[in-house]
């Protein structure tokens, strides 16, 4: 079966294995992507994932997995667990894993490193495993493993593109060429008429963190906001590629500082961890200064140009791809 009904764009392998009316993941995002943030978009139609990596203990996580089930009662929701090498000592993937199987979570997106020792566990526990990578290679690893679905993830896109960065257009004609579960692509998509695109290279839906960061659920002060508002594309930078932790960040400061230091020939992740250790960027939504703190943003700020609650922003989303396709002559525009 192709990925997508050609008579319905919203129907898709991708929609159809996580049961969402759209084939949208608003993907983890650390510090942001709390329980309201995740409600609002299961309401809107995508999976959402509460993100792990904001909780300081398991307990913290499994107080806001009930708080989502409150606001959600029995719509599935999602939860972001990325195993980055960290920054810090202490490795809480096991427990996080365990939490998520023991409260049967419908979807998890993992990231950050090979997942395979936890898929069996998850899919015992009817557990979605939607594994997200910057690069092809571990895509094929992971659909090996036996996971339903991979995220690909190019340049453009917020957080960490990998160590050498592939543009999403090519990574998603690349993916489509090569796997055979579905996936869907990230990074840079911020309007509908890139939905329609990445569909078109063979995609079954997407997956969005930029774009979302203006909404009104996001928990972050309305200057932060702004300024994402107000960014332009190139207003994104990368830092830590020294350190092989690629990030790309709203440029800054901290970003200047370190990118300095880079210049200058550090690579020692304690050299740089001072300006980018995450409780600064936690610091920095909380307040509303921008200018310090490791951001991850990506280049779709510049598609970006008000704040909205997220149904409006997927209400925009959707008219977008409609037209896009009407464009094309596929469709009437309001399929
Ligand atoms: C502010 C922010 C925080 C993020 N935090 C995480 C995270 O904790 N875990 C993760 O797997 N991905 C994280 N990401 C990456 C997103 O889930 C997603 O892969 C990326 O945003 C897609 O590209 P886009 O930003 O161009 O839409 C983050 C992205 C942003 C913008």
Redesign the pocket.
């Known amino acids: 079966m192709t990925a997508v009904n050609p008579t319905d764009w919203r129907d898709t392998s991708l929609s159809r294995l996580l049961k969402t009316r759209l084939p949208i993941m608003a993907?983890?995002?650390?510090?942001?992507?709390n329980a309201d943030y995740v409600a609002a978009a299961v309401n809107s139609g995508m999976m959402g994932?509460i993100?792990?990596?904001?909780f300081a203990d398991t307990a913290a996580l499994r107080d806001e997995i009930q708080r989502c089930r409150e606001l959600l009662g029995t719509r599935a929701f999602g939860v972001?667990?990325?195993m980055?090498p960290k920054l810090l000592p202490g490795d809480r993937t096991e427990e996080i894993m365990a939490l998520i199987a023991d409260e049967r979570i419908a979807v998890v997106?993992?990231?950050?490193r090979d997942p395979t020792a936890y898929v069996a566990a998850l899919k015992a526990s009817g557990c979605r495993v939607v594994h997200?990578v910057p690069q092809l290679r571990h895509a094929l690893k992971a659909e090996a493993a036996g996971v339903d679905a991979v995220?690909l993830?190019g340049a453009?896109?917020?957080?960490?593109p990998g160590e050498s960065p592939v543009g999403t257009l090519v990574q998603g004609a690349l993916a489509a060429r090569a796997l055979r579960i579905p996936f869907a692509l990230?990074?840079?998509?911020?309007c509908g008429e890139q939905i329609v695109a990445a569909l078109a290279l063979g995609a079954a839906g997407v997956?969005?963190?930029?774009?979302?960061?203006v909404a009104d659920e996001i928990p972050a002060h309305a200057d932060y906001k702004q300024r994402l508002v107000e960014a332009q594309p190139g207003d994104t930078t990368l830092i830590l590629s020294s350190v092989r932790n690629s990030m790309?960040v709203l440029r800054n400061d901290t970003t200047a500082t370190v990118q300095a230091l880079e210049g200058d020939g550090v690579n020692d992740i304690q050299q740089l961890l001072p300006y980018v250790r995450g409780t600064l960027?936690k610091a920095a939504y909380a307040s509303g200064d921008w200018r310090q703190g490791a951001?991850?943003?990506?280049?779709?700020v510049g598609l970006m140009t008000r704040s909205a609650s997220l149904a409006e922003i997927i209400a925009e989303l959707e008219q977008e791809a409609d037209t896009a396709l009407a464009r094309l002559g596929i469709g009437d525009g309001g399929v």
């Open positions: 993907t983890g995002l650390q510090w942001l992507a994932f993100t792990a990596a904001s972001n667990v990325s980055l997106e993992t990231s950050g997200k995220t993830v453009e896109c917020g957080g960490h990230g990074g840079g998509i911020a997956a969005i963190g930029t774009r979302f960061l790309r960027g951001l991850s943003a990506g280049q779709g």
